[in-house]
Nanobody, 124 residues
Framework: QVQLVESGGGLVQAGGSLRLSCAAS????????MGWFRQAPGKEREFVAR????????YYADSVKGRFTISRDNAKNTVYLQMNSLKPEDTAVYYC?????????????????WGQGTQVTVSS
């Protein structure tokens, strides 16, 4: 069973930055795409960003494009989400997920393992 542990969430003012990290227990981490999703209170979980197994391609939701950056360090079994210019509407629980394949898509069903989530709160 793969374990994913997120960290780095917290409370930040609008316009600020946070960097989320997600450490994987799986030694084959480098074989799979990774993604970040978020869920705000009363809303469905939504895709935020994803990265292919070798960092060759990254993809973002329109709502975060130009503000968030996903990256990974396969030597450390860790994926990151750098969040800049944060807005109150970015407030949510953020989840990292390990995909089914090296190039999985943006649907939740494309991911097989999920972290427990980390809270991000952006005050106005």
């Amino acid at each position: 069973q793969v374990q994913l542990v997120e960290s780095g969430g917290g409370l930040v003012q609008a316009g600020g930055s946070l960097r989320l990290s997600c450490a994987a227990s799986e030694r084959t981490f480098s074989r799979y795409a990774m993604g970040w999703f978020r869920q705000a209170p009363g809303k469905e979980r939504e895709f935020v960003a994803r990265i292919t197994w070798n960092s060759g391609r990254t993809y973002y939701a329109d709502s975060v494009k130009g503000r968030f950056t996903i990256s990974r360090d396969n030597a450390k079994n860790t994926v990151y989400l750098q969040m800049n210019s944060l807005k109150p509407e970015d407030t949510a629980v953020y989840y990292c997920a390990m995909a089914l394949t090296a190039y999985s898509g943006s649907a939740s069903s494309d991911y097989r393992y999920w972290g427990q989530g980390t809270q991000v709160t952006v005050s106005s």
